[in-house]
T-cell receptor, first 110, second 112 residues
């Protein structure tokens, strides 16, 4: 059974700080990795994806991938209260299939 | 926003009855997915489609069937609803099936 694991949180950070969200996966053959944000009562929305080892930056968001250690991270710089949400990690688990973690709830304290 | 609509948005049904949820897209995306989301379990894939009449099972497909007779519509049927199928159901679409997906608004289904 392929698995994607995330700490459920909540992860609380003060406004302006860096929030670090982590995700580990079991399938060493996974090639593509995604971060979705889900506000309470809403649907998930894609915020980042990464395919290669290393860092990928998009505005205040940085995705980090380490395939050897089988983890992917999402850093949110200058965290804002509007970033308070659940962040879901998704990893490809086969052709056209993606496995989601249970999500980490982030709370940014004003 | 991606053109994806789920219907109904809310439904209460009785145990043992069949239920069909509809996902309609206007993006002409090839790939469509049905997920359920439950506390402590996150999003779990029920079924997906990689083209008209082409579908495959996900990780929690027991008790569910799907059909896709047109590019724009993907139907999820609970053949005989059970209380364990009370959940929020999300449809998602993807242009190239690479994990970059757009989600519908969700359907909250309660089986009593």
């Amino acid at each position: 059974q392929k698995e994607v694991e995330q700490n459920s949180g909540p992860l609380s950070v003060p406004e302006g700080a860096i929030a670090s969200l982590n995700c580990t996966y079991s399938d060493r053959g996974s090639q593509s990795f995604f971060w979705y944000r889900q506000y309470s009562g809403k649907s998930p929305e894609l915020i980042m994806f990464i395919y290669s080892n290393g860092d990928k930056e998009d505005g205040r968001f940085t995705a980090q991938l380490n395939k050897a250690s089988q983890y992917v991270s999402l850093l949110i710089r200058d965290s804002q209260p509007s970033d308070s949400a659940t962040y879901l990690c998704a990893v490809n688990g086969g052709t056209y299939k993606y496995i989601f973690g249970t999500g980490t709830r982030l709370k940014v304290l004003a | 926003d991606a053109g994806i609509t789920q219907s109904p948005r809310h439904k209460v049904t009785e145990t043992g009855t069949p239920v069909t949820l509809r996902c309609h897209q206007t993006e002409n995306h090839r790939y469509m997915y049905w997920y359920r989301q439950d506390p402590g379990h996150g999003l779990r894939l029920i079924h997906y489609s990689y083209g008209v009449k082409d579908t495959d099972k996900g990780e929690v497909s027991d008790g569910y069937s799907v059909s896709r007779s047109k590019t724009e519509d993907f139907l999820l049927t609970l053949e005989s609803a059970t209380s364990s199928q009370t959940s929020v159901y999300f449809c998602a679409i993807s242009e190239i099936g690479n994990g970059e997906a757009f989600f519908g608004q969700g359907t909250r289904l309660t089986v009593v």
